[in-house]
C-alpha cells in the first residue's frame, strides 16, 4: 500500500512533464532518471503491470545494445561510449512500465493533465508572438524589469527564428503540436468560452516556431476537427479570423511576413524536389553533402539496404556518414522508421509494429475512430499522426525526443485502453466524500 506522500511525488513528476521539457538537455536526463526512481519504487511494491504484448517492446530495447555491440568496428575507438548510451537508453522502457502502471492503478487525473497541457502550450505561444514582435520573450522582459538589463537572455534566434524557452532547439513547433490534442481535452471535458482563442494562439505559435511537419499535422488536426466533432463552428470561425490575422496583421509586420514567406518557400522547395528527384544513389553523389531531407532519405535507405535484417547500431546513421566523409552529416535520418531500420534493422521494426498491432487492435475494432467528441478518438489521432510515415521526425534516440515519445506513447496507450475515465484523485478530500456518501452519514445532522 502506498501512503499519500509516494502518490503526491508520483502525481507531480507526471503532471510536470510539459513544463520540464522546457528545460534544458541535462535537466530532462535528469527527469528521465528521476522516472527510473519512480519505477524501482512502485516494482518494490509489485505495482508494475507487465503484459504479453510488453514482451516485444522490451526485445525491441534489448536488441538496441545487442546490434551495437556486434557493429563496434564502426565507432572505432568511441564504441564504448556508444555501447554505453545503448544500455542506458533501456531507461525508456522502464519510462514506459511506469505511465502505464500509473495510469492502470489511477494514480493521476487525464482531466488535470489537459489543464497542464493546456497552460503549457498557451505560455509558449504568447511567448513566440511576443518574441517574433519584440525580440525578447517574456522571461526577458521580466528580467529586465527585476534587474534592470537590456540584454535578452533567451533571444538566441536561429535564422530569425523565434524558439522561446528551447533557446537555440528549434521544437517550439514540435511541442505545441504534440501536446495540442491532450490539451483539447479539456475542451472535451469542460465547456468554455476561450475556445477560438485557443485554437487561434497555438496556431499562430505553430506557425511561428517555423517547423513545417508540426505546423501540416496542425492543419490535418484541424481539418478533421471541422468535419468529425463537435468544435467545427468554432473551428471554423478561428480559421477565418486567423486569415484576417494573416491579412491585415502578419503581412505589415516585417519579421513575421518573412518568416511566413520563408516557411511556403521550404514547403514548396521540398515538394518541387520530391516531385522532380532522380533516381541517382545518394552514395555516389559528386558532392558528398547531406543538407536536405530527400537526400538524407535516400542515403537512410542505402544504409539499411547495407544491413536490412539487425540494422548497424545506436546512432550508425551519423557515424556512417562521417566514416562515408560527407560535407554535412545530420545527427538522425529525419524519418521515425528510417531510423529504427538502420539501428536494429527489419527484426527490430517488426518487434515494433507487432507491438504496436498487439496494444491498439481492440481499439480499433471497436471504436469509431473518427468520433472526435470522444476523448479516447482524440488520443488515438494523436498516435496515429505520431507514427504516420510519410512525416518527418525527430530522433528517438535522443534524450529530449526519447523522453517525448515514450511518456506520450505509453500514456496514450494506456488511456485508450482504460475501461473507464481516469478522473480519480486519491487525496484525503476525495476518500472523505467517498466515506460519507457509502456510509450515507448525512442522515444523522
Not at 89 to 103: D, E, G, Q
Not at 123 to 134: A, E
Request: glycine share 2%; aromatic share 22%.
Amino acid at each position: 500500500m502506498m501512503n499519500y506522500a509516494s502518490i503526491n511525488i508520483i502525481k507531480f513528476f507526471f503532471y510536470s512533464f510539459p513544463f520540464i521539457v522546457f528545460l534544458r538537455s541535462a535537466a530532462v536526463n535528469l527527469y528521465s532518471l528521476i522516472l527510473v526512481l519512480l519505477f524501482l519504487f512502485l516494482l518494490k511494491k509489485k505495482k508494475i503491470f507487465f503484459q504479453r504484448s510488453d514482451i516485444y517492446i522490451l526485445i525491441f530495447f534489448l536488441l538496441i545494445p545487442l546490434v551495437t555491440y556486434f557493429n563496434s568496428n564502426i565507432y572505432k575507438e568511441d564504441f564504448n561510449l556508444f555501447f554505453l548510451k545503448s544500455i542506458l537508453y533501456i531507461r525508456f522502457f522502464f519510462v514506459y512500465l511506469l505511465i502505464k502502471s500509473i495510469v492502470r492503478l489511477k494514480i493521476i487525473s487525464i482531466k488535470i493533465f489537459s489543464k497542464i497541457c493546456l497552460a503549457s502550450i498557451v505560455f509558449l505561444s504568447l511567448d513566440l508572438l511576443v518574441q517574433s514582435i519584440f525580440e525578447k520573450t517574456s522571461i526577458d522582459f521580466i528580467a529586465q524589469y527585476i534587474f534592470g538589463t537590456d540584454k535578452p537572455i533567451l533571444y538566441h534566434p536561429i535564422n530569425n527564428v523565434s524558439n522561446s524557452v528551447f533557446v537555440d532547439e528549434r521544437i517550439a513547433s514540435s511541442h505545441i503540436q504534440k501536446f495540442f490534442l491532450f490539451s483539447l481535452l479539456y475542451y472535451i471535458f469542460y465547456k468554455d468560452k476561450f475556445f477560438t482563442f485557443f485554437i487561434i494562439i497555438t496556431f499562430l505559435g505553430t506557425f511561428l516556431g517555423l517547423q513545417r511537419m508540426p505546423y501540416i499535422i496542425m492543419m490535418l488536426y484541424f481539418l478533421l476537427l471541422l468535419f468529425f466533432s463537435k468544435f467545427s463552428k468554432k473551428i471554423f470561425l478561428s480559421l477565418i479570423l486567423l486569415v484576417i490575422i494573416k491579412i491585415f496583421f502578419i503581412e505589415n509586420h516585417k519579421t513575421l511576413n518573412s518568416n511566413f514567406i520563408k516557411t511556403k518557400n521550404q514547403f514548396l522547395e521540398t515538394t518541387q524536389d520530391f516531385l522532380m528527384k532522380g533516381k541517382n544513389e545518394i552514395a555516389i553523389k559528386s558532392d558528398k553533402n547531406l543538407d536536405k531531407y530527400l537526400d538524407i532519405y535516400e542515403y537512410s535507405i542505402y544504409l539499411i539496404n547495407k544491413k536490412f535484417f539487425f540494422g548497424s547500431g545506436l546512432k550508425s546513421f551519423n557515424v556512417n556518414c562521417i566514416n562515408a566523409n560527407y560535407k554535412v552529416c545530420p545527427t538522425h535520418s529525419h524519418h521515425i522508421y528510417f531510423e529504427i531500420l538502420s539501428t536494429i534493422g527489419f527484426v527490430g521494426f517488426l518487434f515494433f509494429f507487432i507491438f504496436l498491432y498487439s496494444t491498439l487492435n481492440n481499439f480499433i475494432r471497436s471504436h469509431n475512430l473518427l468520433n472526435f467528441n470522444s476523448y479516447k478518438c482524440i488520443i488515438f489521432l494523436f498516435i496515429i499522426l505520431e507514427l504516420i510515415p510519410i512525416r518527418s521526425y525527430g530522433s528517438i534516440f535522443s534524450t529530449t525526443t526519447a523522453t517525448y515519445f515514450w511518456f506520450l506513447l505509453s500514456l496514450s496507450i494506456s488511456l485508450i485502453n482504460q475501461k473507464k475515465l481516469l478522473d480519480i484523485s486519491n487525496d484525503l478530500k476525495t476518500i472523505f466524500f467517498k466515506l460519507i456518501k457509502k456510509f450515507n452519514i448525512t442522515k444523522y445532522y
